[in-house]
């Protein structure tokens, strides 16, 4: 039995207390997920409280019975609660398995389910009594598969929660293993709550839910612990906003190399990757970057093939977006780690990357240059494109016109001798200029004969050519690969003896 005045002025203050915790979150202009989640277990701990207060109001035994079963429906989801706001404590929200949060909703349904029909199916207690008495209040029950579970659920949950911060605690830094206390404390608070219950109020027939006591100390604990620096927040909440000022993404790792924090930027890209982040190794991350099929890391080397860079290049429709990665140490105040920050350098990198392709094009006549020829020719140098040809052509009295004529004209000379070349060859054709009066051409399944023809065909178009200030005149030799094992750089040096053979005939 218990004295109703008595119970209702306690969980009234109590709830008046509890509306104060919530009041400075629900006002709060800029809601964490930690926030969002303590917000929402505040009203869930305000309707429970406000439901129990109703039922020792009450006069009607049906209503009071109604009352006290609905009031479970809130404990389910406050229990489904108190997990995500540990997890979001320890910034590991995202790291919580599609099933897991699934338990976490059905099971609160299903326990809420069978209190509310319990009037119908008793299954949620066996047997409900509420007897009142003027000021004397009594409730006797025996439980039910629904309190069971629900009182399953209960301890399971607090056992992962325990779980989860001895795990968490030991990963943090000395200066914030405060959490892990808070949480510890918030523990012990709901274990001895339900030790007084049993041995202390049962015992002298007092008939009041202490467990309304216990959640209440514990939600003060967790408002001071959202509200001071101690929350897994490695720069402090005053710092946040700046922190998240920064347009380009930026983690942090302790001495460990386990990622502790990350600003707003850094979130959103890795979310658009779908990569976790936060209390995760950095060389993890690493690892689901070389696995993700839309994001790729890559190294930029210099001449002497060392790494000057290491990008993160995401790849989104015609054009990758790119980061350089880059890591800064630090040891300040006891505390170790680094900042990994990744700076958007997309244009530099596909201009570099331009530059790469524009190294094998020669800027006069917009042939191949030596270096694009020389990579051409091992990639074209194989079985199935033989038999293989190759023309070499030298234009005879280039510096005679530099020295006569000026360099003008005698680059108009090179690039219509590129453009006769380029027009008089099959379309399949490698044309290149790998030096200042010289050209190749590479004839893929073009045999000797063929390859004759097409130089005659060149020599009738320059023929026909007449200009006042020159004469273009251009000497040939040619060769043909006809077999796997003939050496290309012999066939090569052929090829340009034949053409300094015909450049001498003519007097060249």
Known sequence: MAERTFIIMVYSSILIMMLMLAVPVIFKSKKTYVDRTYLTACMLSIGWFLTENFVFTVEDIVWAKFLYLFKYCFIAFLV???????????????????????????????????????????????????????????????????????????????LVILIVTIKNTRRLERSYKGIGRILYGALLIYVLGILVRINVLGKNGIDMDVNIITIFLCNVLFNIFIYSS??????????????DFFQSPILISNKDEIIVEANQAAINLFDKINIPITNRESRDIRRDIYKCQNAEIRTLKNEDNKVVSRDLYLIKGKFPIVYEIKEHEFDKGGRKGSYIVFSEVTRNRLFIERLKDLAGIDPLTKLMNRHGYEKTLKKIDCKENLPLSVIFGDVNGLKKVNDFWGHTIGDRLLIEVAEIIKCSVSNDAV??????????????????????????KIMKKISSKEKAEYKISVAFGVATKEHPDENINILLKKADDRMYSNKRLRGH
Request: contains cysteine.
């Open 80 to 158: 489904s609660a108190a997990f995500y706001l540990v997890m979001g404590y320890f910034r590991i929200q995202n790291r919580i398995p599609v099933f897991i949060k699934i338990v976490l909703l059905v099971i609160p349904g299903s326990i809420s389910f069978l209190a509310i029909s319990d009037r119908f199916f008793h299954m949620f207690f066996k047997k409900l009594m509420i007897s009142i008495d003027g000021e004397m209040f009594e409730v006797v029950y025996t439980p039910g598969i629904g309190s069971i579970i629900m009182n399953l659920y209960i301890d399971l949950i607090l």
């Open 431 to 456: 044309v290149s200029r790998i030096g200042g009066d010289e050209f190749v051409v590479l004839l893929a399944n073009c045999t000797k004969e063929n390859a004759k023809e097409q130089v005659e």
């Open 230 to 243: 101690g929350r897994a927040d490695y720069l402090g909440i005053w710092r946040r906003e700046t922190f």
